[in-house]
């Protein structure tokens, strides 16, 4: 299967690599991660918190999630998941998506942020989501993200959100142009092609999770060329 996936990928002019060997300059093989080192050349985790509560508070009166897009994920998610209880928004700023996941779905939905505002913010936890919440873990119907670009430890990470989900959870990383290679710095570390997205995923699942499927959204600002949903599902 490794040797199946990184042929397919050659075909399609990428070449998929560990991601501790790719640094901010190595930006053309499909996907880059920036690093965040100390002068020792060990993880700065201080730096990359303090990066993210200045983007959030210099952001937080900005918003990116369309409320067409929600609607349509909503639909989706009462379709293909029974029961729908609890859900899990990552890295949500203004928790616009919990609200509206709420008002669609009519369960429990909470947004997760790490900087200090989201105290307020309704339904909104102070939380880094690399880490693990036992309470969450294996009780969550499905998780939503548009923030995924903002991990330093991408595969780490999505393993975190896919343990967090039950057996048959969905997982909806929201995929834009701007979430390309190209636009990888400091505040958003990690940059992918699309197409590259569903190799990824499949390598670091190691067969824990796999794409369901990827969706179009409804609507899209001006300013961004595409929107898609990468539909992740838990076995």
């Known amino acids: 299967m490794k040797n199946f996936i990184k042929s397919t990928a050659r075909k399609l002019g990428y070449d998929i690599r560990r991601l501790e060997t790719v640094t901010p300059s190595s930006r053309s093989s499909g996907f880059t991660l920036f690093k965040y080192h100390k002068p020792d050349g060990s993880f700065d985790y201080d730096a990359y918190r303090r990066i993210q509560e200045e983007g959030n508070k210099r952001k937080i009166d900005q918003v990116w999630v369309i409320e067409a897009n929600i609607k349509l994920l909503s639909e989706y998610l009462a379709a293909h998941l029974n029961p729908l209880q609890f859900g899990i928004c990552h890295g949500t700023r203004r928790g616009n998506e919990q609200l509206w996941f709420r008002k669609y779905l009519g369960c429990e939905v909470i947004g997760t942020e790490i900087?200090?505002?989201?105290?307020?913010?309704?339904?909104?936890?102070?939380?880094?989501?690399?880490?693990?919440?036992?309470?969450?873990?294996?009780?969550?119907?499905?998780?939503?993200?548009?923030?995924?670009?903002?991990?330093?430890?991408?595969?780490?990470?999505?393993?975190?959100?896919?343990?967090?989900?039950?057996?048959?959870?969905?997982?909806?990383?929201?995929?834009?142009?701007?979430?390309?290679?190209?636009?990888?710095?400091?505040?958003?570390?990690?940059?992918?092609?699309?197409?590259?997205?569903?190799?990824?995923?499949?390598?670091?699942?190691?067969?824990?999770?796999?794409?369901?499927?990827?969706?179009?959204?409804?609507?899209?600002?001006?300013?961004?060329?595409?929107?898609n949903f990468i539909v992740i599902e838990r076995r």
Not at 141 to 158: K, T, V, W
């Open 115 to 227: 900087s200090e505002t989201a105290k307020d913010f309704p339904n909104t936890v102070q939380w880094d989501f690399h880490e693990s919440n036992p309470e969450w873990t294996g009780k969550t119907d499905f998780i939503y993200s548009n923030s995924f670009d903002h991990s330093y430890a991408p595969e780490s990470c999505l393993d975190t959100w896919m343990n967090t989900l039950r057996s048959g959870g969905l997982c909806i990383l929201e995929h834009t142009n701007l979430h390309a290679p190209e636009g990888a710095n400091e505040l958003d570390p990690f940059g992918a092609e699309l197409e590259i997205m569903p190799f990824l995923i499949t390598k670091w699942a190691k067969g824990k999770y796999f794409v369901r499927e990827i969706i179009e959204a409804t609507e899209k600002p001006s300013a961004v060329r595409s929107i």
